[in-house]
Nanobody, 120 residues
């Protein structure tokens, strides 16, 4: 089970940090991911990190502005978002799967409920 928090409304240029509390995923290596979905668009991968924290991915649209971290002891993943732009407005979801990180959302086994980020 994944539970997100930290969304909200912010002006362009501002920052937000999203959190994802993780229950389970105790059977070896796993991947944490953040996706976003804007109205009328497909769910897109934003960032991923594996549980060893030695493989991190960012989409081109957020590279240099967003930072994904995973605190295994706290069982919490974070997405720090800086220099937010109106095009970042979307519902943000955290997701998890065992094994390697993957591009396709259907490969992920667990999803959070989503948290809205609105940039004006």
């Amino acid at each position: 089970q994944l539970v997100e928090s930290g969304g909200g409304s912010v002006q362009a240029g501002g920052s937000l940090t999203l959190s994802c509390a993780i229950s389970g995923f105790t059977r070896g290596r796993y991947c944490m991911a953040w996706f976003h979905q804007a109205p009328g668009k497909e769910r897109e991968r934003v960032a991923t990190i594996n549980s060893d924290a030695n493989s991190i991915y960012y989409s081109d649209s957020v590279k240099g502005r967003f930072t994904i971290t995973l605190h295994n002891a706290q069982k919490t993943a974070y997405l720090q978002m800086a220099r937010l732009q109106p095009e970042d407005t979307a519902m943000y979801y955290c997701a998890a799967k065992y094994g390697d990180c993957e591009f396709d959302a259907v490969r992920y086994d667990a999803w959070g409920q989503g948290t809205q980020v609105t940039v004006s």
